[in-house]
């Protein structure tokens, strides 16, 4: 399936061409561009005549594109979508967990960016503790990645992070002097070896990244120049389909559809 899945979205084509198709853009890198895919393939199964197309580009490309009408709709993180008319697709957000036997308990998303973005960060900066930081990262199963890259400004991660495959795998390495970056859902939050960190006083939780308190998160948006009537099917798809609902939440976002359809 995820051979499939790759071959539809690296030919820039998901649905080929009608009159009446949705030209659609990705401006994510990837992020919940999976179940956008199944969403649309759910739709063609109900109907050939749901046409889709599906590109990727840069933001400032897609919304140039949408702008002058050569493409329907965007899937673009929501810092720059303006004020255009959008729909709430999904929420990223990267928890900070360390050992319950570290006192830190918060720190700011500044302090962040110069611990993974420091060639050798030590604690004495932060928790008057002269200690290497070590930084480990869950690796990603999504095409996106995390956001570590993202909040360092994209910038090469020091050779000093490295990855684990699964979240149990981590607590190995969860000595004191550990900082795990994750999903906010992919560690317990209640383990008895690790603890969630706030950051700029706000915990990774739920309602806090969803009415955008935390910083560490990012939203996706979809958003649309004019009415059409496919993008009003693929949302109610998305809306209503636990399947896919779950898809989102095993690849680490949280979905955000809206209970009803803008305008309704």
Request: positive net charge; glycine residues 6%; proline residues 7%.
């Amino acid at each position: 399936m995820k051979k499939l899945l790759s071959a539809i979205i690296f030919s820039g084509v998901l649905l080929s061409g009608t009159a009446g198709e949705l030209r659609l853009t990705d401006a994510t890198g990837g992020v919940p561009l999976t179940v956008v895919t199944l969403a649309a393939m759910h739709l063609s199964r109900q109907d050939e005549s749901n046409s889709i197309s599906l590109t990727k580009l840069l933001p400032s490309q897609a919304l140039s594109q949408l702008d002058s009408g050569r493409t329907d709709a965007v899937i673009i993180d929501h810092r720059f979508a303006g004020k255009r008319p959008q729909i709430p697709l999904a929420a990223d957000a990267m928890a900070v967990y360390a050992s319950t036997g570290n006192p830190v308990m918060d720190i700011s998303a500044k302090e962040i960016r110069e611990i993974i973005t420091s060639p050798r960060p030590t604690w004495k900066k932060y928790i008057n503790r002269n200690e290497d930081i070590q930084r480990i990262a869950l690796k990603p199963d999504r095409p996106g990645g995390t956001l570590l890259h993202r909040i360092s400004g994209n910038r090469e991660l020091p050779g000093e992070i490295f990855q684990v495959s699964t979240p149990g795998s981590g607590f190995a390495f969860m000595n004191t002097a550990s900082l795990f970056f994750a999903n906010f859902r992919s560690l317990p939050p209640d383990s008895s070896k690790v603890k969630a960190i706030k950051i700029d006083g706000v915990y990774p939780a739920k309602d806090n990244i969803i009415s955008g308190k935390y910083p560490l998160a990012l939203k996706y948006v979809i958003v649309f120049k004019k009415e059409h009537p496919l993008l009003k099917k693929l949302i109610k798809v998305m809306m209503q389909d636990a399947f896919l609902q779950k898809q989102m939440e095993n690849s680490g976002l949280l979905p955000l559809f809206p209970e009803t359809y803008p305008g309704e």
